[in-house]
């Protein structure tokens, strides 16, 4: 119970001191932050379900009005804005990209990037297009065109994701809670 | 810990919070039913009088609130324009801003000790699922304690590496700054027990 | 010290306890019964003082053996709040709240306190301290010795019979060290230190060696002291550091 409830708390903080990194800028002036990693971390790292009740947190932190997603940004506006979709889908992406890691017995830096990219990219894609649709007005097929600028970005954090994943088994395999 | 709570005191800091946040969701409900230009360019007109009475440094600091919405807009513009529907464009356009500003309103006006009583009164009921208000409360006590924790060691972690290569950290605080959260979970979990458990 | 009450004849007892990981063994077969009130524990790092200090903390199980601090299990966290505190070494490993006042009522909270009384405790304490004005300040914003002081405050509150100190006296600058020690002495509380320095149970009642996982010498410090500081100059001479654990 203490150790669920302080790694749920931690992976929280993570995710928004992940959000004080300085955006890097895609040569096509796209920023992208380390923040949607921090979602697809506490997937691959924590597992499936404190995975996602860290990012719960996170959100909750987020909606009660401290300026932790990236940029500053924060408090029940970012719910009425065009990344309501994105919000709502990060405990899913996180649920998603624990239980691949979780159930799939590969090579952890095999199942912690196809985790990532079912539930960072596919799931939670299919949260925040619908989302920028209904809040932009816009069509499915449009809003699917806007979020795709994101797209390089997240695979490159799908690629991160993987990567540390592993570092995390290689060094601490103890520590890896979605493989233990 | 810095807050979006604004420090100027007004009348609406001391309104129920549960009454604001009804308030909020009604006003997003009407706001999402109204479509055209109009009546949604008089609810943010209200909206900006609101603000204006609660004096200018709370409406520029709720104004300063808004300004990640700028790409959004300008793609909205753009797009609209160019398809030669301006009324459509706008009717989008005041909705986000109105939504998006009056959600900040209630933000900026209600303490953080508030909102997490709100928080854990709607969140009591899952307490039959195992989850109960006050592990709520502890959790988010923690994040927020650990918060300043986790980004002094992260600045650690890169200096660290900095002092050994002559490249700019980047990715590579990221497996010592997990390691960093998962030992000091382990510790807090420790702490916690030290001190009668999180039962 | 003795006499002052609060420090009951039954103490800590050890028997036989034994603690291992992964078939290592950390600490071999102690028996003990600690029933004076300024007790000190010495030892090279790794030398399996800090697990002794877990394991009498009930925060680890022996993996042989027993532990029984006045007569009942210690892993029973919350029946032992009353009889056990316990001072980490690292104060970040321990704070967990983000302000003080908070910190400081979470102990009393879980001994069942309301929340209405364990503020006006926090608020009593603090007041009685000269610190009234640290309720709302963030534990983050305090010094390395400010933290330390919060973190046996808060031991304090919920008035343990024992409180262990893991190197209370660690990282903390020459005069926050003189003003602890001084706090320390004139606590009624059976008091535990562990420390690698002997300097810092110099006046405790009775010291126990420990090396290897086993008690070494024990008796007062008198005669534990000078045979431990003899050794660890002559280890020190000896460039005995190269050899790697497990």
């Given at each position: 119970m203490e150790r669920t409830l302080s790694h749920v708390a931690l992976f929280a903080a993570l995710i928004a001191v992940l959000g004080f990194v300085p955006a890097v800028t895609l040569p096509f002036g796209v920023p992208i932050t380390a923040q949607s990693l921090g979602i697809m971390l506490c997937g691959t790292v924590l597992g499936a379900k404190r995975g996602a009740l860290a990012v719960l947190l996170f959100l909750l932190l987020v909606a009660v009005g401290l300026p932790l997603l990236s940029g500053g940004r924060g408090g029940l506006g970012v719910f009425a804005g065009p990344s309501v979709g994105f919000l709502i889908g990060f405990p899913v992406a996180a649920f998603v990209a624990g239980l691949v890691v979780e159930r799939w017995t590969a090579p952890v830096a095999l199942a912690a990037l196809s985790g990532s990219v079912l539930g960072g990219i596919v799931v939670l894609y299919a949260f925040g297009i619908p989302g920028m649709a209904l809040v932009l007005g816009k069509s499915i097929p449009e809003a699917t065109g806007l979020a795709l600028v994101y797209l390089p970005g997240d695979l490159i954090k799908c690629a991160l994701a993987a990567l540390v994943t592993r570092g995390i088994a290689q060094m601490?395999?103890?520590?890896l809670l979605s493989r233990s | 810990m810095l807050t979006l709570t604004s420090p100027v005191e007004t009348p609406l800091h001391r309104l129920p919070a549960g009454a604001k946040l009804a308030g909020l969701c009604l006003a997003t409900v009407v706001l999402f039913r109204l479509d055209s230009p109009v009546p949604l360019g008089a609810c943010l007109a209200m909206l900006a009088v609101l603000h204006l009475a609660l004096g200018l440094r709370f409406a520029s600091t709720a104004l300063r609130l808004l300004v990640p919405l700028w790409p959004f807009v300008l793609v909205i513009a753009f797009w609209h324009l160019w398809l030669g529907e301006p009324a459509a464009g706008a009717t989008i356009l005041l909705r986000l801003v109105t939504a998006v500003a009056a959600a900040n309103l209630v933000t900026m006006t209600t303490r953080l000790s508030d909102m997490v009583t709100v928080i854990e009164k709607i969140a009591a009921p899952l307490r039959r699922i195992g989850l109960s208000p006050r592990s709520l409360a502890l959790a988010i006590a923690l994040a927020i304690r650990f918060l300043p924790v986790l980004s002094q060691r992260m600045g650690q972690i890169s200096e660290a590496l900095r002092a050994r290569s002559p490249r700019r950290a980047g990715y590579r605080v990221l497996i010592p700054a997990c390691l960093a959260a998962l030992d000091d979970a382990e510790h807090v979990a420790e702490a916690l027990r030290a001190r009668g458990g999180a039962g | 010290m003795a006499g002052t009450g609060t420090i009951t004849e039954q103490g800590i007892t050890l028997s036989g306890a034994s603690y291992a990981v992964a078939g290592r063994p950390?600490?071999?077969g102690l028996t003990l019964s600690l029933t004076e009130a300024r007790i000190g524990i010495v030892g090279r790092n790794g030398s399996g003082k800090t697990t002794l200090l877990r394991l009498m903390a009930g925060l680890v199980a022996p993996t042989e053996g027993a532990v029984r601090i006045e007569g009942a299990d210690p892993a029973d966290r919350k029946a032992m709040l009353r009889h056990l505190g316990i001072l980490f070494q690292n104060p970040d490993h321990m704070i967990l709240f983000p302000t003080v006042g908070e910190e400081l009522a979470f102990g009393l909270r879980q001994m069942g306190e309301s929340a209405e009384r364990a503020a006006a405790a926090v608020d009593a304490l603090l007041a009685a301290e000269g610190r009234?004005?640290?309720?709302?300040?963030?534990?983050?914003?305090?010094?390395q010795g400010q933290r330390h002081y919060l973190c046996l405050l808060s031991v304090l509150l919920m008035r343990p019979r024992t409180i262990l100190l893991d190197e209370?006296?660690?990282?903390?600058?020459l005069p926050t060290q003189a003003r602890l020690a001084r706090r320390f002495a004139t606590l009624p509380q059976r008091l535990v230190t562990i420390s690698h320095d002997p300097a810092a149970v110099a006046t405790a009642d009775r010291v126990i060696w420990l090396d290897a996982g086993r008690v070494r010498a024990d008796g007062p410090p008198a005669d534990v002291l000078p045979a431990f500081t003899a050794e660890m100059a002559r280890i020190g001479e000896a460039d005995a550091d190269a050899d790697l654990a497990g």
């Amino acid at each position: 119970m203490e150790r669920t409830l302080s790694h749920v708390a931690l992976f929280a903080a993570l995710i928004a001191v992940l959000g004080f990194v300085p955006a890097v800028t895609l040569p096509f002036g796209v920023p992208i932050t380390a923040q949607s990693l921090g979602i697809m971390l506490c997937g691959t790292v924590l597992g499936a379900k404190r995975g996602a009740l860290a990012v719960l947190l996170f959100l909750l932190l987020v909606a009660v009005g401290l300026p932790l997603l990236s940029g500053g940004r924060g408090g029940l506006g970012v719910f009425a804005g065009p990344s309501v979709g994105f919000l709502i889908g990060f405990p899913v992406a996180a649920f998603v990209a624990g239980l691949v890691v979780e159930r799939w017995t590969a090579p952890v830096a095999l199942a912690a990037l196809s985790g990532s990219v079912l539930g960072g990219i596919v799931v939670l894609y299919a949260f925040g297009i619908p989302g920028m649709a209904l809040v932009l007005g816009k069509s499915i097929p449009e809003a699917t065109g806007l979020a795709l600028v994101y797209l390089p970005g997240d695979l490159i954090k799908c690629a991160l994701a993987a990567l540390v994943t592993r570092g995390i088994a290689q060094m601490r395999p103890g520590a890896l809670l979605s493989r233990s | 810990m810095l807050t979006l709570t604004s420090p100027v005191e007004t009348p609406l800091h001391r309104l129920p919070a549960g009454a604001k946040l009804a308030g909020l969701c009604l006003a997003t409900v009407v706001l999402f039913r109204l479509d055209s230009p109009v009546p949604l360019g008089a609810c943010l007109a209200m909206l900006a009088v609101l603000h204006l009475a609660l004096g200018l440094r709370f409406a520029s600091t709720a104004l300063r609130l808004l300004v990640p919405l700028w790409p959004f807009v300008l793609v909205i513009a753009f797009w609209h324009l160019w398809l030669g529907e301006p009324a459509a464009g706008a009717t989008i356009l005041l909705r986000l801003v109105t939504a998006v500003a009056a959600a900040n309103l209630v933000t900026m006006t209600t303490r953080l000790s508030d909102m997490v009583t709100v928080i854990e009164k709607i969140a009591a009921p899952l307490r039959r699922i195992g989850l109960s208000p006050r592990s709520l409360a502890l959790a988010i006590a923690l994040a927020i304690r650990f918060l300043p924790v986790l980004s002094q060691r992260m600045g650690q972690i890169s200096e660290a590496l900095r002092a050994r290569s002559p490249r700019r950290a980047g990715y590579r605080v990221l497996i010592p700054a997990c390691l960093a959260a998962l030992d000091d979970a382990e510790h807090v979990a420790e702490a916690l027990r030290a001190r009668g458990g999180a039962g | 010290m003795a006499g002052t009450g609060t420090i009951t004849e039954q103490g800590i007892t050890l028997s036989g306890a034994s603690y291992a990981v992964a078939g290592r063994p950390i600490l071999s077969g102690l028996t003990l019964s600690l029933t004076e009130a300024r007790i000190g524990i010495v030892g090279r790092n790794g030398s399996g003082k800090t697990t002794l200090l877990r394991l009498m903390a009930g925060l680890v199980a022996p993996t042989e053996g027993a532990v029984r601090i006045e007569g009942a299990d210690p892993a029973d966290r919350k029946a032992m709040l009353r009889h056990l505190g316990i001072l980490f070494q690292n104060p970040d490993h321990m704070i967990l709240f983000p302000t003080v006042g908070e910190e400081l009522a979470f102990g009393l909270r879980q001994m069942g306190e309301s929340a209405e009384r364990a503020a006006a405790a926090v608020d009593a304490l603090l007041a009685a301290e000269g610190r009234a004005h640290w309720a709302k300040a963030a534990t983050a914003t305090l010094s390395q010795g400010q933290r330390h002081y919060l973190c046996l405050l808060s031991v304090l509150l919920m008035r343990p019979r024992t409180i262990l100190l893991d190197e209370p006296f660690a990282g903390l600058d020459l005069p926050t060290q003189a003003r602890l020690a001084r706090r320390f002495a004139t606590l009624p509380q059976r008091l535990v230190t562990i420390s690698h320095d002997p300097a810092a149970v110099a006046t405790a009642d009775r010291v126990i060696w420990l090396d290897a996982g086993r008690v070494r010498a024990d008796g007062p410090p008198a005669d534990v002291l000078p045979a431990f500081t003899a050794e660890m100059a002559r280890i020190g001479e000896a460039d005995a550091d190269a050899d790697l654990a497990g």
